[in-house]
C-alpha cells in the first residue's frame, strides 16, 4: 500500500487484481465496504482484461480525447477485478492517470492499481502529502510525495454502460468536453442536490456525507459587488453574535473585504478547484465556525467546484 500523487488528487493505492491488498486499503481508510475504488492504469492496452465488454465508440472517443487526465469510465467488469474492488457491483471504474509519478508508480508495479482518495473517510480529499501525512500517518507505510496537485477535486465520473454517457461525479473533464466528444452528455440528477431519504444513488460515493467543515458554511451567489456585500453584513452580524467568522472569496475580491479575516479561493473556477480543499482544512485549523463563500457559475469545472462546495455546505446557497 503507498499513497501517491495524480493531478486531481492524492490516491491511496494496492494492487488492484489482490483483494488482500485492496481490502488493507479499506482498513486504512476507514472506508465503508460498499463503497467501491477506482482502478488506474498506465497504458491502454492494460484496460482490455479488467472490463467484459469491448468499449463503445463513444468510450473510445473519450479515452483517445481525455486520458491520460482526471476522467473515471465505469463500464461492465471481468472475473479479473476482485469483488473487493467494485464493493459487490458488476461494473468497474477505471481511471488512466497523467501525472508521471502516478504512471511510474503503475508502470513499476507491472499491474493496475485500485486506489481511493488518500484521505481518512469523511476528510477532504488531500491534494498535498502533507495533508495525507495529517489523516493517514502511522496508517500507510509509504508517501509519495508529487508537490501539489494541479486539478485539486477528483476525477470526473463518468458511467459508460447505458446510451448516453452519464456523469456521477462532475471534475476537471467538463460536461461541455464530453458533449462535444461523444455528442451527447447527462449530469446524473442526483450531482446538484442532497440525496432524499433512503434514496439509493447509481454511484455508492454519493450517499456518503462528503466532508463539512466544523463550522456552519453558507455560500452566497449572485453578482460580484452584491455578493460582497452580502458576505461582509452576515460576516459582521456573526461576530456581534460572538462566533468566529471566515470568508472564502475569489483572489480578486480580496480588497472589497476590508479587515474581515478572509482565505482566498484563488482567480477563478479552475483556481478554486485547486484552492478548494486546502481552503476547507485551513478554515477548521482556524477555528473558523461562520463559514461565508463565493459561488462560482456551475458551468464548465465550476460544475465540480459548485458540486463539492455545495456538499461540504448542505446544499446552504442564498442569493445575494
Ligand atoms: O481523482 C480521483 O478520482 C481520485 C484519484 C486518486 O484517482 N480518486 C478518488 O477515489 O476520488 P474515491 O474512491 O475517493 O472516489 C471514487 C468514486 C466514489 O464516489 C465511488 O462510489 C465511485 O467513484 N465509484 C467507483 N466505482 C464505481 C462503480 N463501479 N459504479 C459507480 N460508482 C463508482
Ligand atoms: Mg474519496
Redesign the pocket.
Known amino acids: 500500500m503507498v499513497a501517491f500523487p ?1 493531478e ?4 491511496l493505492g494496492a494492487d488492484a487484481l489482490n483483494a488482500d491488498a485492496v481490502r488493507r486499503i479499506f482498513e486504512a481508510k476507514g472506508r465503508p465496504g460498499d ?4 482502478v ?1 492504469i498506465s497504458a491502454l492496452d492494460q484496460l482490455g482484461p479488467l472490463i467484459s465488454v469491448e468499449p463503445s465508440p463513444m468510450a473510445r472517443a473519450l479515452m483517445d480525447a481525455c486520458w491520460p487526465g ?1 476522467m ?1 469510465l ?1 463500464f461492465p ?1 471481468s472475473d479479473a477485478v476482485p469483488m473487493a474492488v ?2 459487490g ?1 458488476d ?3 477505471v ?1 488512466f ?1 497523467a501525472h508521471p509519478a502516478a504512471r511510474a508508480l503503475i508502470d513499476a508495479a507491472s499491474r493496475p492499481i485500485a ?4 484521505n481518512r473517510s469523511g476528510r477532504p ?1 488531500p491534494t498535498t502529502a502533507r495533508h495525507v501525512l495529517e489523516d493517514m500517518d502511522g496508517r500507510v507505510p509509504m508517501i509519495l510525495d508529487g508537490g501539489p496537485c494541479e486539478v485539486g477535486l ?2 470526473t ?1 463518468i ?1 459508460m454502460t447505458g446510451d448516453v454517457p452519464r456523469i ?2 462532475p ?1 476537471g473533464v467538463t460536461p461541455e468536453t464530453i458533449e462535444r466528444v461523444c455528442g451527447g452528455v447527462r449530469v446524473d440528477d442526483a450531482v446538484m442536490r442532497p440525496l432524499k431519504e433512503g434514496e439509493r444513488p ?5 450517499k456518503y456525507r462528503h466532508y463539512a467543515p466544523r463550522g456552519e458554511l453558507t455560500i452566497v451567489q449572485g453578482g460580484a459587488e452584491a455578493v460582497v456585500s452580502k458576505i461582509s453584513d452576515l460576516y459582521d452580524n456573526a461576530l456581534a453574535a460572538g462566533n468566529s467568522p471566515l470568508i472564502l472569496a475569489l483572489e480578486g475580491h480580496l480588497p472589497a473585504y476590508g479587515g474581515r479575516r478572509a482565505l482566498s479561493l484563488g482567480r477563478d473556477a479552475a483556481g478554486m478547484a485547486h484552492a478548494l480543499f486546502n481552503a476547507l482544512r485551513d478554515a477548521d485549523a482556524l477555528g473558523a465556525d461562520a463559514l461565508f463563500s463565493e459561488a462560482v457559475p456551475a458551468d464548465g469545472v465550476g460544475l465540480a467546484v459548485m458540486n463539492r462546495l455545495g456538499r461540504a455546505a448542505a446544499f446552504n446557497v442564498v442569493d445575494a
Open positions: 495524480t486531481t488528487v492524492y490516491g463503497n467501491p475504488l477506482i488506474h482526471p473515471t465505469i467488469k467494485t464493493a457491483l461494473t468497474v471504474a481511471r492517470p486506489a481511493p482518495s488518500a480529499s477528483e476525477s465520473v458511467d456521477l461525479r471534475g447509481r454511484s455508492p460515493g454519493m
